[in-house]
């Protein structure tokens, strides 16, 4: 068990590009959940995957926004035309559980995202 | 809908010294309740957690309460030491996703 795991680290794009962050996390783990943090703050949910399927989206993320995860293993996170105001830590997180109240959510290191 | 409001930062104290972080939390249904903590440099880790009124979560001699009459859940160490130094996460696990809801960190410092 590695944990959970996170490329690029760090990326520096300029604004209107499109930008692609993936996710390996731990194996065996069904659910998959994508944050942003943004500089003082706390992470903020942004969707949430069960196996392959996408089963819930934060407000937050808009139509430039979008996640994949193919196979019910990795994800990855698109943000198209980036803008200054897309800078943030996105961060990663899985379990492994079935709807319970104690399951824990493991974090990966985080993809620190600059909009030039 | 859901929120948490943390006691803000920054806090440095001295080695030794006792440490309470309040967390207040606003939630529909029974959430579960967590601590989490970065160190610098570092990823989120879970420090303890709760999952139902009057539970006590604790590790590494850190302690916390769920507190539904209160809707809180305060972190309080005895005695810190200078390895505590990170930011500490209080959050809040609802939905049917069980997404969290985190507060806005406290930086604590811990002097020797």
């Known amino acids: 068990d590695t944990g959970v795991s996170q490329d690029p680290r760090h990326k520096i794009t300029k604004r209107g590009q499109n930008v692609t962050f993936r996710c390996d996390p731990i194996s065996e783990h069904n659910r998959l959940y994508w944050y942003r943090q943004t500089l003082g703050q706390g992470p903020e949910f942004l969707t949430y995957?069960?196996?392959?399927?996408?089963?819930?989206k934060s407000r937050l993320l808009s139509d430039r926004f979008s996640a994949e995860r193919p196979k019910g293993s990795f994800s990855t996170l698109e943000i198209q035309r980036t803008e200054q105001g897309d800078s943030a830590m996105y961060l990663c997180?899985?379990?492994?559980?079935?709807?319970?109240?104690?399951?824990?959510?493991?974090f990966g290191p985080g993809t620190r995202l600059l909009v030039l | 809908g859901d929120s948490v409001t943390q006691m803000e930062g920054p806090v440095t104290l001295s080695e030794e010294a006792f440490l309470t972080i309040n967390c207040t939390y606003t939630?529909?249904?029974?959430?579960?309740l967590f601590w989490y903590v970065q160190y610098p440099g570092e990823g989120l880790q879970l420090l303890l957690k709760a999952t139902k009124a009057d539970d006590k979560g604790s590790n590494k001699g850190f302690e916390a309460t769920y507190r539904k009459e209160t809707t809180s859940f305060h972190l309080e160490k005895g005695s810190v030491q200078v390895s505590d130094s990170a930011v500490y996460f209080c959050a809040l696990g609802s939905g049917s996703a069980r997404q969290l809801t985190f507060g806005s960190g406290t930086q604590l410092t811990v002097l020797p």
């Open positions: 995957f069960q196996n392959e399927a996408q089963l819930e």
């Open positions: 939630a529909t249904g029974y959430p579960s």
């Open positions: 997180a899985s379990l492994i559980g079935a709807g319970g109240l104690v399951e824990t959510q493991y």
